[in-house]
């Protein structure tokens, strides 16, 4: 039995659907019916459940968007900073191998050949590192109270999109954001990404960290072109000038646009598509939210 905290979040719903199609035993907690972020009730609950791996995908990400991390510091820290520690501790006390849910956000930009970040360059947009998004420094900090743990996958997972319409994932801003901003970015079909977590268990691959990201990176006016043709949506995208221009007319907290390299997840056997191919296949097969 696998249990699975952060069970009604964005990603944690996700896991959810994939361990029920997959036929999985596990049990989804939520925050709001049991504190989890307490040492001692995690540790009960272990005990109580006994199960044989345990999932974080539990975290504070902000509502609308990660500038509500800006105003909302204590709660991010905790969710993104202290919480991956307490699971540390208990999961080593109870000899318990387990899953987190990390975050490519803590890169900004390439290596400098110009190709994607490894698992092992240090994080350049942290508070290590400024500037960097409130966001991005949590869960950089979440990653170093696990350096050293032998016995957890650290799952970096960067922009979600899916073919399932909603207010996380990516494809669905695209489409109703006034303006956007021309970066490259990798991104994670969200699906893949949590086949992919499942498969680094299941498959007994080493235990470290993972970038989880579709092959290859693509640039926001490729996403709209994208866009335009599967979705026949004729109406016109307005980009900013700039990021200069972005900020002063937002919040002015800086952004993680990044490429990730996702070769140490492929060594594993994973078969994880092209950006492009996978964004397509999204928006042919596009669920309207009800």
């Known amino acids: 039995m696998m249990l699975l905290l952060g069970g009604s979040g964005y990603v944690g719903r996700i896991f959810a659907r994939r361990l029920s199609d997959r036929g999985l ?14 040492r001692d009730r995690l540790i009960e609950l272990i005990d109580q459940t006994r199960p044989s791996f345990l999932i974080n995908a539990a975290g504070y990400t ?6 509500a991390c800006e105003h909302h510091q204590a709660d991010c820290l905790l969710g993104n900073a202290v919480l991956p520690g307490i699971v540390r501790e208990a999961c080593e006390l109870r000899n318990l191998p387990w899953g987190h849910v990390s975050s490519g956000c803590i890169y ?12 092992t360059d240090p994080p350049n947009f942290c508070f290590r590192s400024p500037p960097c998004s409130f966001y991005s420094g949590s869960k950089a900090l979440g990653e170093e109270c696990l350096q050293d743990a032998d016995n957890v996958f650290v799952w970096r997972l960067r922009i979600p999109f899916s073919n399932r319409d909603g207010p996380r994932n990516y494809l ?36 470290g960290i993972y970038n989880i990201v579709n092959s290859g990176a693509v640039s926001t006016g490729e996403v709209v072109q994208l866009i335009r043709t599967h979705r026949k949506i004729s109406r016109p995208f307005q980009f900013f000038r700039d990021e200069a221009e972005f900020l002063n007319a937002t919040s002015g907290v800086p952004r993680s646009s990044c490429m990730l390299d996702n070769s140490k997840l492929i060594r594993t056997g994973f078969p994880i598509r092209d950006v492009r191919e ?6 042919q097969t596009w669920q309207p939210e009800r």
């Open 25 to 38: 035993d596990f049990q989804a907690i939520s925050r709001r019916h049991y504190d989890y972020t307490r």
């Open 62 to 67: 902000g509502k609308p968007n990660v500038e």
């Open 108 to 119: 900004n930009g390439t290596r400098p050949d110009g190709s994607g970040f490894r698992e």
């Open 172 to 207: 669905s801003k695209m489409m109703r954001y006034d303006r956007l901003l021309e970066v490259t970015n990798s991104l994670a079909d969200a699906d893949e990404f949590v086949d992919a977590c499942l498969h680094c268990w299941q498959n007994r691959v080493p235990f």
């Open 278 to 283: 996978a964004v397509a296949e999204a928006l």
